[in-house]
């Protein structure tokens, strides 16, 4: 069994999860918080962008379709800013589709996950191998 970052004393992940699913979105915030990271929730990209402008992140984990602004035009944001741009972001999504996991490669994504296939728990434990600071 893996070892909770809580468990083991290291810091954990300041992260900011952009998902406009509530109940997902409170699923994986508290599977990452109980690991030991900083979890900040905005349930659409307008929301998600403010809050990255407000703040400073490890790692960014972001759905892709959402009201309003959708993943890949927040992705696209987040490169392009000077604050954000270094900050890897995940994408963590239902859709299945290669086209948008090649868009969200050129857009600098660093990985494209399906959530009907990572469990809360993986997820949790992938993160120090993606954030920039942390674990």
């Excluded at 979890?39 to 929301?47: E, F, I, Y």
């Amino acid at each position: 069994m893996a070892i909770l970052a809580a468990e083991v004393g290291s810091r954990g992940c300041r992260i900011l999860l952009i998902e406009d699913e509530t109940s997902i979105a409170e699923m994986y915030a508290s599977v990452l918080r109980l690991s030991g990271h900083e979890v900040q929730v905005a349930h659409d990209g307008t929301a998600g962008l403010k809050a990255a402008r407000e703040g400073d992140f490890d790692l960014v984990l972001l759905d892709i379709r959402m009201p309003g602004r959708d993943g890949m035009s927040v992705l696209a944001e987040l490169a392009q800013d000077t604050h954000s741009r270094e900050w890897p972001v995940v994408m963590l999504t239902n859709f299945d589709d290669p086209a948008l996991r090649s868009r969200a490669r050129e857009l600098g994504a660093r990985d494209y996950l399906l959530k009907s296939k990572v469990m809360p728990r993986q997820l949790a434990e992938l993160v120090p191998g993606w954030a920039r600071t942390c674990g």
